[in-house]
């Protein structure tokens, strides 16, 4: 697959060979669904807490005899059947992580990736450098129509670029370890630079 090069500017810079073992498979929706499962559920906090009948703040004392009262029998007011009292079998803080073969995660980055080229939502970049003025990249990301953008740079995100980008709404920039199926499926427009491509292809193979 061959893709036009851009500069920020919106200058051509040439042509780049895509290789079609990962930007030009047929998108699977279920290991893409597989991937973004298992994303969100390493990403979730899992804090969610329940006073059990022994953390809640009764006193441990029997409410009142066992028999004669004609009452059911009870021992403290810490029990679940009470107002206020502890709950039995409630949340308690875990990780919601579980397990994703490796295979199926790289796959699910190629197909995510085959995904984006496939709807024409896939450009490249000759370069993600800037003086770090945010001013002057959000002018450029502008007249290219980029509105909800991930960029994908190299090995190293140039530290002007980060900086002027840090502040535009709806342009995200990540080195190339760092891109995941989640981002890449969120934004309207994924921006890969040659260095980005290069890494992908090599991270990929």
């Known amino acids: 697959m061959k893709l036009d090069v851009i500069k920020l500017d919106g200058a051509s810079a040439g ?3 895509l290789g079609d073992e990962i930007f030009g498979l047929e998108p699977r929706a279920d290991i893409l669904h597989r991937v973004v499962r298992w994303q ?3 990403a979730q906090q899992g804090t969610h807490k329940a006073k059990t009948r022994s953390e ?8 009142y005899r066992q028999k004669g009262t004609g009452g059911a029998r009870h021992g403290d007011r810490n029990a679940p059947i009470f107002r206020k009292g502890g709950v039995y079998k409630g949340p308690v803080p875990r990780s919601h992580a579980h397990e994703l073969p490796k295979k199926i995660r790289k796959l699910g980055l190629k197909h995510a990736l085959s995904a984006k080229a496939r709807e024409g939502a896939l450009v490249v970049l000759d370069e993600a450098r800037a003086s770090g003025k945010t001013s002057e990249l959000a002018r450029q990301v502008r007249e290219l129509g980029w509105k909800r953008a991930l960029v994908i740079d190299g090995a190293e995100v140039d530290e002007g670029f980060a900086r002027a980008a840090r502040n535009i709404d709806g342009l995200d920039v ?7 199926v989640y981002d890449i499926l969120k934004r309207d427009t994924v921006v890969l630079t040659k260095a980005g491509v290069e890494a992908l ?5």
């Open 15 to 17: 042509s780049v060979e």
């Open 40 to 42: 969100r559920a390493r």
């Open 56 to 63: 809640t703040s009764y006193s441990s004392k029997k409410i």
């Open 174 to 180: 990540l080195p190339s370890v760092g891109a995941n």
């Open 201 to 205: 292809e090599a991270r990929l193979k």
